[in-house]
């Protein structure tokens, strides 16, 4: 669901963006690849606000981050893996390229695309032994 909603965000941002809003995206993904240990989860944060800010939609904003509050931790636990900081970064090239031009079936599918990916390096991540912390 929250795949559906990002992809319609991103399409309706690709019809609406300003230029401002786009070079706020840009510096996002630049700061993320320059700070990809430490901030690279606040800024991935940054990027998708920026994403809803510019796609105007506010009823698809707060679906949205009603989905989001579910899946917090497991996107904390995906973005402290640095292969998986690298490649949602590189998904959000893909999306902010489909919203400079404007291509809004592009965005949507790239924006669906880039949850689908996390989704799937979520379930690759292994699963904590929660059993073996020393609680002393």
Partial sequence: MRALVTGF???QTAK??????LQQLQGLIDAMDTFLRGHHYQNNI??????????DHQRAASIY?????????????????????IASNSEHRDILEA???????????????HLK?????FQQQPVPDFN???TA
């Fill in 46 to 55: 940054k990027f998708h606000d920026a994403l809803l800010e510019a796609a």
């Fill in 9 to 11: 965000i991103c399409a």
């Fill in 132 to 134: 073996s912390v020393d």
């Fill in 65 to 85: 981050y009603q989905l989001v509050a579910q899946s917090n931790l497991a996107r904390k636990i995906v973005l402290s893996n640095h292969e998986h900081m």
């Fill in 117 to 121: 990916q996390g989704d799937k390096r």
């Fill in 16 to 21: 609406k963006i300003s230029f401002e809003q």
């Fill in 99 to 113: 919203v400079v031009d404007g291509n809004t079936e592009s965005a949507r599918k790239s924006g669906q695309a």
